[in-house]
């Protein structure tokens, strides 16, 4: 598992920190495609706090429609906009807490924004990282932010910076959601889930 490479891309592969989150938003419950689709409409239009807030929100939500939910995120996006030009003078927070402090930015969109924007060593924790970690034993957690948590507590320091990468990349290349690859998975002798089938 190479970890960052160099061709690791932002959320979304987007130029600036607002951008950035506001791609985080539109990629919740979406394909890379779709979102990729929304992004490109929404930002033909609006590219900053201030010109978004200038859109109609039902102008909003018809260029985001093909990443789905586009109403409620619509609204999120608004909300969001607002925050940041009157809580945060129309800077994107560099920190968690600030982050999650935006209307729909959850741990994971802010855990995101922060490995990809502003370098910090965190282990974001999306579906493929929440489902290995407790597929192998890394943690015990039913919900992906309780997984973030337990990483968080538990990981080494050298693990920080890749161990998303890692974890995503074996997720979609060996340990994928419906059937697993143990038969040619190299962590098997560390695996809780390979115990637990294996045990007659």
């Known amino acids: 598992m190479p970890g960052r490479t160099p061709t690791a891309k932002g959320p979304k592969d987007q130029p600036d920190a607002f951008r950035s989150v506001v791609s985080c938003i539109l990629s919740a419950q979406s394909r890379d495609a779709n979102t990729a689709l929304a992004t490109d409409r929404l930002f033909a239009l609006a590219t900053s706090p201030d010109a978004m807030l200038a859109l109609p929100e039902a ?14 995120k619509a ?3 608004v909300r969001m906009c607002r925050a940041l030009i009157e809580e945060h003078g129309r ?15 959850g741990r994971k ?5 922060l490995s990809f924007v502003f370098d910090e060593d965190v282990i974001a924790v999306d579906t493929h990282v929440h489902r290995v970690a407790n597929r192998i034993g890394l943690t015990q957690a039913k919900l992906a932010d309780a997984t973030a948590i337990q990483l968080e507590a538990s990981a080494p320091d050298f693990a920080r910076a890749d161990g998303h ?17 143990c038969e040619t998975c190299f962590l098997t002798d560390l695996c809780r889930f390979y115990r637990l089938t294996e045990e007659p």
Do not use: H
């Open 109 to 113: 969109c802010a855990d995101i924004v």
């Open 75 to 77: 609204k999120s996006l």
């Open 59 to 72: 102008e909003i939500a018809a260029a985001i429609k093909p990443c789905g939910l586009y109403n409620m």
């Open 165 to 181: 990468f890692w974890l995503i990349q074996f997720g979609k290349a060996v340990c994928i959601a419906r059937r697993p690859k």
């Open 91 to 105: 800077v994107v927070p560099d920190t968690r807490e600030g982050l999650m402090s935006l209307p729909g930015i």
